[in-house]
């Protein structure tokens, strides 16, 4: 099966499973695939902006021929995942893509150290993914094809003092990417990074001093232009790539007194 942007096989159809699906990069993406004729099962916790998704996505299905399944599903159930991920699976005829899109960056008190939160932090962004994507690459891997694609952030290049966990939460996910596109490089698998910058979300609402905000549906055109063109790892959009360059080059002594 051919990545995102390719015209369609003629039989059988792309099929896609993104998680996180019920709003910002997720739900852009769902309706991007759906336009494109893709059978797309969209997953997230909140039932109801699911189905209002589903009916939004319904008069470009009817165009394009595509087709969203809509699950509710909280990604820090891990025990529920390799069922569901087997009845989606049967569900949509085969699978082709999956997008990792779950996230959650609660607000941290410069002098809060909160290890429930921590830990929820990462059991969303990190453990999550994990349960996802471990039967996904052993389905791609026994098939030979597919495209996995996760969405982690900028945030994760360097400990920031505003979102420890979150960044450290990231920076786990892109190791954990970058760990499972060697584990599959000779499998025909593609693993691809996506490292967002601000992109215009409910997670983004309280966030100062924000630069280059783009909105879900440009982020989605870009991530799904990466994953067709089997890029590695895409910074969103591509000026990041610079910024995070010097960002990276900052000695410690000096990024510590930064306080970001």
């Known amino acids: 099966m051919g990545p995102p942007g390719e015209t369609p096989p003629a039989a059988g159809g792309r099929r896609a499973i993104v998680i996180g699906a019920s709003s910002g990069i997720g739900a852009a993406l769902v309706r991007q ?49 390799p069922a569901l991920f087997e009845e989606l699976v049967r569900e949509l005829g085969g699978l082709d893509l999956f997008v990792y899109a779950a996230g959650v960056m609660p607000a941290v008190g410069p002098q809060e150290f909160d290890t429930e939160k921590d830990l929820s932090t990462l059991a969303v962004n990190l453990g999550g993914c994990v349960a996802w994507l471990n039967p996904t690459a052993n389905l791609f891997r026994t098939q030979r094809a597919g495209t996995i694609v996760g969405i982690s952030s ?13 960044c450290t939460s990231k920076a786990g996910m892109t190791t954990y990417l970058e760990a499972l596109r ?6 025909g698998v593609q693993v691809c990074t996506i490292k967002p910058g601000f992109v215009e979300t409910a997670m983004m609402a309280g966030v100062e001093r924000r630069l280059w905000v783009i909105t879900p549906q440009a982020a989605a ?28 080059a900052i000695p410690s002594f000096v990024f510590s007194k930064l306080r970001v």
């Open 221 to 248: 055109r870009r991530v799904l232009r990466a994953a067709h063109r089997h890029v590695n790892t895409r910074y969103v959009p591509m000026r990041w790539w610079w910024v995070m360059a010097v960002v990276r």
């Open 33 to 81: 695939l759906a336009a494109e004729g893709w059978r797309v099962a969209a997953l997230a916790r909140r039932a109801g902006e699911l189905e209002a998704l589903r009916a939004a996505c319904a008069d470009d299905c009817a165009r394009s021929g595509g087709t969203v399944l809509a699950r509710a599903h909280d990604v820090t159930d891990v025990a529920a995942v």
């Open 154 to 166: 900028v945030a994760g290049e360097r400990g920031r003092t505003g979102s420890p966990v979150y």
């Open 182 to 187: 060697n584990r599959l490089a000779d499998s």
